[in-house]
């Protein structure tokens, strides 16, 4: 069994639309695929309908976190829910304030853009974003078309970095909140890249203590951003405290170089994973 936990469609900043994405997924030989945009359910419907025969979808989301650190720092997380109900008062209500404050970070960014010199708009940018979750990848698309930088990685190394001086932040939710929220909405919560280093500062692992404790259920082990000593450290995480270890590609289609099922999660750990849903279970095709 070939399980691919996280990736990303056109419903946020993937380039695949959610019918591509499942018929890619199969191709590429996967048996278990979960759809995990930022901050929006969007593109499940579109997976759901366009599911091939042998393909199982597990419904999800990526939501942008953030930790207060007890020193000040201010730290970006991302927590994958997975298999909760998409109608929950509370989380429908939070993903749409994500998605408002993404709008409206994309806007001043722009804006700190073109007061440099860069020359985009913000019509090109909700071009590239094409009504869906609106991230830094779609300026970074716009800056590319204006000739401003290569490609995205030099994009996110200048212009969009967040230690430069355009970026503005997100209004991200508060992770301990989002763990709450998906747990409430009967969902399953996994830390997406707990040591990805090269986007950022990462937690300490009393905070990944502090939310096992608080009911976290995986933790992404095998991932792009993680190096094998960050693979064995997230794996030492999961032993210690029990939390279900998970691997997964991250694929964003042309935005980023990785393919579909470059890491997998075990079958085991998936099913330990989604019988912890209570809300919904994976879609077979
Ligand atoms: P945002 O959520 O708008 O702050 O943008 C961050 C998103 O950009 C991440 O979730 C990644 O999908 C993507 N990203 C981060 N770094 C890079 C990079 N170097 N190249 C391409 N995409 C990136
Ligand atoms: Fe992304
Ligand atoms: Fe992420
Ligand atoms: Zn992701």
């Known amino acids: 069994m070939r399980i691919d936990l996280h990736t990303h469609t056109t419903a946020s900043d993937g380039t695949d639309t959610p019918a ?11 048996d278990v695929l979960a759809v995990t945009d930022h ?19 597990v419904t999800g989301v990526e939501f942008s976190c953030v930790h207060h650190a007890a020193d000040g720092r201010r730290i970006s997380m991302h927590l994958l829910g997975y298999l909760f109900d998409p109608d929950h008062p509370a989380l429908h209500a939070e993903l749409e304030r994500l998605r408002a404050g993404r709008l409206h970070r994309g806007r001043l960014m722009v804006a700190n853009l073109v007061a440099g010199g860069y020359p985009i708009t913000w019509e090109q940018v909700q071009a590239f974003a094409d009504g869906g979750s609106v991230g830094r990848p779609h300026i970074g698309r716009a800056l590319i078309k204006a000739g401003a930088v290569i490609d995205l990685t030099a994009a996110f190394r200048g212009p969009l970095s967040g230690r430069g001086p355009y970026y503005v932040r997100k209004p991200d939710t508060p992770v301990f909140d989002a763990l709450r929220i998906i747990d409430q909405a009967g969902g399953t919560s996994v830390f997406a890249h707990p040591l990805a280093h090269r986007r950022g500062p990462v937690v ?18 095998d991932h792009p951003d993680h190096d094998e000593a960050d693979r064995a450290h997230a794996a030492t995480l999961a032993r210690e405290l029990d939390l279900i270890p998970t691997g997964s590609s991250d694929y964003h289609g042309t935005n980023k170089t990785v393919r579909l099922g470059e890491n997998l999660t075990t079958p085991d750990a998936y099913e330990r994973l989604v019988a912890v849903a209570t809300a919904r279970r994976p879609i077979a095709g």
């Open 204 to 221: 300490d692992d009393s905070v990944v203590v502090e939310l096992a404790a608080a009911g976290l259920t995986g933790i992404e082990v």
């Open 20 to 30: 591509e994405l499942v018929v890619a997924a199969r191709r590429a030989g996967l």
């Open 39 to 57: 901050d929006t359910t969007a593109g499940w419907a579109d997976a759901i309908a366009a599911r091939p025969i042998g393909l199982t979808l």
